[in-house]
């Protein structure tokens, strides 16, 4: 009974944290679906580019300050520290999108910005919450923004509702709930750098390495529109929106796999572990994958609407890149676990030429087909990277493979 008992415990905290994730992913397929099917595939291409402002200011938080306290389990500094630095930062890059979208007429990006601390604070509340021990709450969190949207979307499909209209409900109500959750916590809202020398400086060191990886992704994709037409961004993304429940169990396995390779006590754990997780998970999106690249284009224009006739062009090969991206994710997180911020920016920095020249190319040459095929090959080139650069590690024995109750700053 006691083994039973343990067992089912020990699968609460991943099914709990898979859930979050997936509420919140059904929250933004809605928005994403409602969209495509109510804009052309340039107007899809445009809403993209405020999704992508959001994506990049989230994540800059989450790779600066939420795995941080994932990987170390300090919670102190997550409720405090960690939390006033994501206000300061999401203020700040909110600004500047606002700005951005008066100066240059694009409504999307201006509720973005005037949303984007709100959003931030929802992240790093979910993220940490749902990897520490409060999953529950990051569900509960999850299904009130999921049910808002969701109501939105149903009035989009009988009556006339604008696009911008329903991004707007999106962006606001989660803004608005991430605040009253962490007032409701007591996390400070008040904007300030409060970190001490050692978490700061990993802090710079692993939100630079997300800038120039994953901010580079996002300019490449802000670049297609220039070198080929708005449609190829259009339907790179809508290829995204229907791979939707691959993203899902990546989003779900980067803070479990992250938090559980930092609780191993000895390298063999970790080495074991790294080797499980590295034929599971890229075996379990490729299972999703597939089907979806397989399913008839009657459904893909039901779901989809115009977008998926560009769509259709892109997702087998954002497939491949997403079992890629799996590979990689485990790379990272023993990256991280290890404290190796250096050396992920220095590999992360080496990519972004490489990636403007064969995205941009395929997508000059050949448009959303080739935009993703080059998105795919830079997916596999990185993961091949990211594994040389571990086993460089393990070698060299730079770093140890303790657990980090002694902070590891960037030493690689």
Not at 157 to 186: C, D, K, N, R
Not at 316 to 334: C, K, M, N, Y
Request: charged residues 10%; proline residues 3%; hydrophobic residues 55%.
């Amino acid at each position: 009974m006691a083994g039973g008992m343990a067992l089912l415990a020990s699968f609460r905290r991943p099914f709990l944290s898979a859930s979050a994730n997936a509420v919140s992913s059904v929250g933004n397929l809605l928005l994403a679906v409602s969209i495509a099917r109510n804009s052309t595939a340039e107007g899809f291409g445009i809403f993209s580019l405020a999704f992508s402002i959001y994506v990049i200011t989230v994540g800059l938080c989450r790779a600066s300050f939420t795995e941080d306290s994932l990987a170390t389990h300090d919670a102190s500094t997550a409720r405090s520290a960690g939390s006033s630095a994501v206000v300061l930062v999401s203020l700040l890059c909110g600004a500047i999108a606002a700005a951005l979208g008066f100066a240059f007429n694009l409504p999307y990006v201006i509720v973005a910005g005037i949303a984007m601390p709100g959003l931030a604070i929802y992240e790093h509340l979910r993220v940490f919450t749902a990897n520490m021990g409060r999953a529950v709450f990051a569900v509960a969190q999850d299904a009130v923004w999921t049910a808002t949207v969701a109501i939105a979307f149903l009035a989009s499909l009988v009556t006339s509702v604008q696009p911008l209209v329903i991004f707007s409900v999106w962006a606001i109500s989660g803004a608005l709930i991430g605040i009253l959750q962490a007032v409701h916590v007591g996390m400070k809202l008040f904007p300030s750098w409060s970190l001490c020398r050692g978490t700061a400086r990993t802090a710079v060191a692993f939100g630079a390495q997300y800038l120039v990886g994953s901010g580079a992704a996002q300019l490449v994709i802000a670049l297609m529109a220039v070198v080929s037409n708005a449609s190829v961004v259009g339907g790179v993304r809508a290829a995204g929106t229907a791979l939707a429940p691959c993203t899902l169990l990546l989003s779900s396995a980067r803070g479990l796999i992250m938090t559980r390779l930092s609780r191993l006590q000895s390298e063999k754990n970790v080495n074991v572990r790294a080797i499980k997780y590295s034929i599971l998970l890229p075996a379990s999106v490729a299972s999703l994958a597939v089907p979806i690249a397989l399913i008839p284009s009657s459904l893909g224009f039901a779901v989809l609407g115009d977008s998926w006739l560009e769509a259709s062009k892109a997702i087998p090969f954002i497939g491949g890149e997403l079992i890629f991206s799996a590979l990689t994710i485990v790379a990272f997180a023993l990256h991280r676990v290890k404290g190796a911020g250096r050396r992920c920016l220095t590999i992360e920095a080496f990519m972004v030429p490489v990636r403007i020249a064969i995205v941009l190319t395929g997508a000059f040459y050949f448009g959303t087909r080739g935009a993703a095929a080059g998105m795919m090959a830079i997916s596999g080139l990185g993961a091949a990277l990211w594994w040389k650069s571990y086993f460089s590690i393990r070698r060299r024995r730079e770093l140890g493979v303790t657990t980090r109750k002694a902070r590891v700053v960037t030493t690689v």
